[in-house]
């Protein structure tokens, strides 16, 4: 391995150790000593390469029991995308808008290939949920929760974690700027028939009219948050 110079380059080959070894999260690590001599570095280089790299969850620090893979989450991902926006927001910029025509562009290009083919207990999964829409939209407005599991459910056919993951950070990134913005205006009964004809389209096996519902519901959520930009 070239010798290091910075901290970045102890990280550099902290990361190029574990594609080489082929680790998986939860595998050990080497020793700080171990890895000292193996990249020529001094301690203190080492540990603040394992801080930097366990910030970002490439590494896990246990103490009394050594450093190990870590979790690879998206999570700092998320925090980063939720920081830039609520900067942005605060700044009076379209912050939340921009998030949200990133998620748009992502699901309407996934949504037709859901719709090659959804296996009955996804699509049962996702009717009872728009089953549950209807309900919350009686007494006045569809739950966040809700919602957010049935954009995860409609995905699940791929079967990519990675996948989950990311739209799992959009919504989270999401949820921390849109507590300022109101968009109490939105038709429950609106957002549950969008869903269903989501659902529907996926059902028939028809991907363009799925990607056509999607955008109609990106439409709708889009023009709330243009109002809140500008208004």
């Not at 995308?81 to 309407?108: D, I, N, Q, S």
């Not at 949820?175 to 205006?185: K, M, P, S, T």
Request: glycine letters at 10%.
């Amino acid at each position: 391995m070239t010798r290091p110079t910075t901290a970045q380059d102890t990280q550099r080959l902290l990361k190029e150790l574990i594609l080489e070894r082929r680790l998986a999260p939860g595998d050990p690590l080497p020793t700080e000593t171990e890895l000292m001599e193996l990249f020529g570095v001094g301690r203190v280089s080492v540990r603040e390469a394992l801080k930097a790299l366990q910030a970002v969850n490439v590494v896990e620090i246990r103490r009394g029991h050594g450093t190990f893979v870590g979790s690879l989450s998206l999570a700092p991902f998320a925090e980063g995308l939720a920081f830039r926006a609520a900067v942005r927001h605060g700044r009076g910029e379209p912050g939340l808008l921009e998030l949200m025509k990133v998620r748009e562009a992502l699901e309407t290009g996934l949504v037709g290939a859901v719709a090659a083919g959804v296996p009955a207990e996804d699509l049962g999964v996702l009717r009872a949920l728009v089953t549950e829409m209807q309900s919350e939209a009686a007494v006045g407005r569809v739950a966040r929760a809700t919602d957010r599991a049935f954009h995860l459910a409609l995905y699940a056919a791929l079967d990519s974690h990675l996948l989950s993951e990311v739209l799992d950070a959009f919504w989270a990134a999401m949820d921390r700027v849109r507590e300022d913005l109101d968009d109490g205006h939105q038709d429950a009964e609106v957002t549950c028939a969008q869903h269903r004809e989501i659902v529907d389209a996926v059902a028939a096996g028809d991907g363009d009219r799925a990607v056509r519902a999607m955008r109609t519901h990106f439409d709708g959520i889009r023009s709330r948050l243009e109002a809140g930009v500008t208004g």
